[in-house]
């Protein structure tokens, strides 16, 4: 009897590791899929190479003037210029600070609130939703020993994060709202928040934002009109909230009629009902819907414009008319568009993360 | 006038109907103190809506039904004062799956009754320990058996403190081997005296436990006795047809 030995082991045979064992088994793996995979490369090869050479290798990036693009790429140059406008619009340049102060201190809320491990979220919150829009509103419009600037000088990215956070934070609580109201047992109650959503949602947003510029002062005597960044703001409100509501309502009906009785059953009152054990459950549901409602509103800001008012896209907008700098549109709308892809891909990719979060621990 | 009567539940010709469709049909019903019912009856027969409506899960069109001493109606005071007093089990458990064990016990006490969040954990743990799984306390219910569910719900229903339990269907949900824990537990907790009202199938439950039994059909109340009579000799031939198909096999 000899004692028992296992065979060494021996390394994998180069196809099944490493790059080469890869490519064979994912990308070769049949005639259609070798294919596939070589039409794929020969679409890339031809449209990114092209594309590259002219935004990087042949692009001008100093200068201040288009006769510094000599080279017949992009011409970056138009994008520094201007930089300030598409950034602030017609901000006075020696407020600068203001806007810019006003956005670290959101980042720093942002970072504050979203990441676990930091302490004193209740404090963050609290401070995020009664300090911060006080101090923002002084920071940016004026007051308290500052300059007044007016709203119609505001422009550019800072005007779009502006319209999209305002949209964003006052449109959640309202929807919420709406859609409690949708369900509620009360007909009053249901019929004018019915009335409400179906209004709202079924009006373009460019009607409203139309509407809320030329017919609101309508109905203002004298001197008490408001605001025209308030105007569109109030209806971009208006429009977000009846969609969130939307949303909101799907993530209601998906809990289990189990759930409310349940919490009935405990004595718990309606909005403790609604607040510890409903909209805790729901808003996991929801938050693929309310971040994919959030991506959309941050992008509609751009019709603003068509009251004229100047987010980024605006500005680009206008500056592609400059007779000075003619013919550079497709650097600008590159520019536009890379833009707004960071803010919404960060949106759409923190949704994920806190869907994954939320998971764990209450699978049932 | 709870003193004076011992009842501590009165249904006096309660009707009630979905719809068109007349579900209760005139139910009179007295439940004394520290009395145990089993209330039993094929699926449809209104059993469930009956003790749904003691708590107001369910609304009742006509008739009174009074819980220790408060009539309930639509007044929103007096339904949050009865659901104070009297706690329920459902079929499907109803556990809040985003909360722990000792999370689903807690909440009602601290925010129904504005108890401090240690004293409520105190009381939470205790009835965990009599149901037997004090060291599931932090785990969230999606990580429990069924059984061991069900009997979270009960501590959660006992940690309000409640005069009256009501069982709707309690073991249904559950498979074969977990039934026995949660009527364990209901013995157990029938033993110290508590009222309780109990749709179940589990006739031997009912013999065990009960003080009386009532059959029920299309809505009304056919039959009620002591177990051992309702068992042995029940009156109508309804009853004796139930009866034949439940211990029949």
């Known amino acids: 009897m000899s004692e028992f030995i296992p065979k060494p082991a021996r390394p994998a045979p180069a196809t ?7 490519a064979r088994k994912n990308l070769f793996s049949s005639i259609p899929n070798a294919a596939i995979t070589l039409l794929t490369v020969y679409v890339l090869w031809s449209v ?16 201040s003037t288009r006769a510094d693009c000599t080279s017949g790429g992009a011409c970056w140059v138009f994008i520094s210029v201007r930089f300030n406008l598409f950034m602030y619009g017609f901000y006075p340049e020696d407020s600068y600070w203001r806007p810019n102060l006003t956005f670290i201190l959101l980042i720093g809320f942002l970072i504050w609130l979203s990441i676990p491990r930091i302490p004193f979220k209740k404090i963050g919150a609290i401070l995020a939703l009664t300090v911060y829009p006080v101090l923002a509103y002084v920071l940016l419009y004026g007051g308290f020993g500052l300059e007044v600037i007016p709203t119609h000088r505001w ?16 449109a959640i609580p309202i929807g919420v709202i709406l ?45 008490t009109d408001a605001d025209k960044l308030m105007r569109a703001l109030i ?3 208006m429009f977000q909230s009846a969609y969130m509501a939307e949303v909101v309502r799907g ?4 809990l289990s009629k189990g759930q409310f009785e349940g919490a009935d059953a405990l004595g718990l009152s309606y909005w403790q009902k609604m607040f510890l054990v409903v909209l805790p459950q729901a808003m996991k549901i929801m938050i693929p819907g309310i971040v994919n409602t959030l991506i959309s509103l941050f992008k509609d800001t751009s019709l603003i414009v068509i009251i004229g008012l100047l987010d980024i896209l605006g500005m680009v907008g206008q500056a592609l008319a400059d007779p000075a700098w003619l013919g550079y549109p497709a650097e600008g709308y590159l520019f536009v568009a890379f833009t707004f892809w960071i803010f919404c891909f960060s949106m759409s990719r923190y949704s994920i993360y806190l869907e994954n979060k939320l998971n764990t621990g209450h699978k049932r | 006038m709870t003193q004076e009567t011992g009842n501590i539940i009165t249904l006096k010709n309660v009707n009630k109907w979905y719809g068109e469709f007349h579900v209760l049909k005139d139910i009179n019903l007295d439940v004394k103190m520290g009395e145990k019912i089993v209330i039993c009856g094929p699926s449809g027969s209104g059993k469930s809506t009956m003790i749904r409506c003691i708590n107001h899960l369910e609304e009742h069109q006509e008739g009174d039904i009074i819980v220790d001493g408060v009539i309930l109606n639509n007044d929103l005071k007096n339904i949050g004062k009865i659901r104070k007093e009297v706690g329920m089990v459902f079929q499907h458990f109803n556990l809040f799956p985003h909360l722990t064990v000792l999370q689903n ?10 108890m401090p969040q240690k004293e409520a954990e105190k009381i939470a743990m205790k009835f965990l320990e009599r149901v037997k799984i004090p060291d599931q306390a932090n785990k969230f219910p999606g990580q429990l058996s069924g059984g061991q569910q069900q009997r979270v719900a009960i501590a959660r229903s006992l940690c309000m403190n409640p005069r009256v339990m009501l069982f709707d269907e309690p073991t249904s949900a559950l498979d074969p081997e977990m039934i026995k824990e949660v009527l364990d537990v209901m013995v157990e907790l029938a033993g110290e005296g508590m009222t309780m009202l109990c749709v179940t199938h589990e006739m031997g439950f009912a013999k065990k ?8 059909d299309a809505g009304q109340i056919i039959e009620e006795n002591e177990p051992e009579s309702f068992f042995n000799n029940p009156q109508s031939e309804r009853t004796k047809l139930f009866l034949s198909q439940v211990l029949g096999h």
């Open chain 1, 48 to 63: 990114l190479v092209p594309f590259l050479s002219w935004a990087f290798v042949n692009a001008d990036w100093v200068g």
């Open chain 2, 209 to 216: 436990v009960a003080d009386r039994v009532i059959f029920m």
């Open chain 1, 155 to 170: 422009g550019g990215l800072m005007l779009t994060l502006v319209l999209a956070l305002i949209g964003i934070v006052v």
């Open chain 1, 179 to 223: 859609a409690l109201g949708r369900r509620s047992e009360m007909p009053v109650v249901r019929m004018v928040c019915v009335i409400f959503i179906e209004f709202w949602r079924g009006v373009p947003l460019i009607t409203i934002l139309f509407m809320a510029s030329v017919m609101l002062p309508l109905f203002f005597v004298g001197g």
């Open chain 2, 105 to 114: 016990c807690t909440l009602a006490p601290i925010w129904v009754k504005k």
């Open chain 1, 251 to 254: 993530g209601l009906q998906a």
């Open chain 1, 16 to 22: 099944e590791i490493g790059v080469i064992g890869w």
């Open chain 1, 235 to 237: 209806g971009i409100v």
